[in-house]
Structure formats: structure tokens, C-alpha cells
């Protein structure tokens, strides 16, 4: 199991997978808006999307989880 955390504290501004959704390593996840970049969350292992912590819109803070990959 591996645990995607935030390196930063931005805005989540595009969710690209849903939960159940297979993914493999360097898949974006979600992409995340700060000081008007756009920065993404890559998937670090193959599996599956089992849990999905964030939302579009949502503010996030460094070290928050984002996805949990199975």
C-alpha cells in the first residue's frame, strides 16, 4: 500500500482519477495549483486507487494525504 502526500500547501485544482481506478507509476493522480503553477501528483507505484482524500477546490497542507494506492 502506498500513501500520497502533499510536498506543498496548494490548491487542489483538477482530480484526474476516481476511486477503483487503476493506476500505474508515473499516472497523474490529481494536479495542484500554487503561486499560479500547476504542479502534479504522480502515482509512485502500479495499483489501484482505493481511497481518495481530496476534492477540486479543496486547500491542502503540506504533508496531507491524498490518495491511498493498493
Excluded: C, F, H, Y
Excluded at 477540486?56 to 491524498?66: K, P, R, S
Amino acid at each position: 500500500m502506498a500513501e500520497v502526500r502533499a510536498e506543498m500547501v496548494a490548491n487542489v485544482w483538477k482530480v484526474v482519477v476516481k476511486e477503483g481506478e487503476t493506476v500505474s507509476d508515473g499516472d497523474t493522480l490529481v494536479i495542484l495549483e500554487s503561486m499560479k503553477m500547476e504542479i502534479p501528483v504522480l502515482a509512485e507505484d502500479d495499483g489501484t486507487v482505493v481511497q481518495l482524500k481530496v476534492s477540486e477546490g479543496d486547500v491542502i497542507q503540506e504533508g496531507d494525504l491524498i490518495a491511498v494506492i493498493e
